[in-house]
């Protein structure tokens, strides 16, 4: 193996130890009380509005966006309490 090659070994080497960190504390999150206290306040705000009916109604849209943009921001908050630089834009 070459230089190039050690090196590139190495960066894959720390962005997938970077990768599985980032999982590890998202499963961290997700089984965490407050997330659960996170959700069950949400769902009593919105149960009511929902019917077992196949149609979806206008009024899901902005819950269901209210509801992604809770979740991101708790997780975000929270990834960024635990891993220092830590930035949620994807890369590729």
């Not at 206290?37 to 009511?48: A, E, G, I, V």
């Amino acid at each position: 193996p070459d230089a190039l090659d050690s090196l590139m070994l190495s960066f894959s080497s720390a962005s997938d130890a970077q990768f599985h960190a980032v999982v590890g504390h998202l499963e961290d999150i997700v089984m965490n009380d407050k997330f659960h206290l996170l959700q069950r306040n949400f769902m009593k705000k919105y149960y009511q509005k929902f019917e077992d009916i196949e149609e979806n109604k206008l009024v899901y849209t902005p819950i269901f966006n209210e509801c992604i943009t809770l979740v991101e921001k708790y997780t975000e908050e929270q990834l960024l309490e635990w891993i220092l630089g830590f930035n949620m834009v994807l890369r590729h």
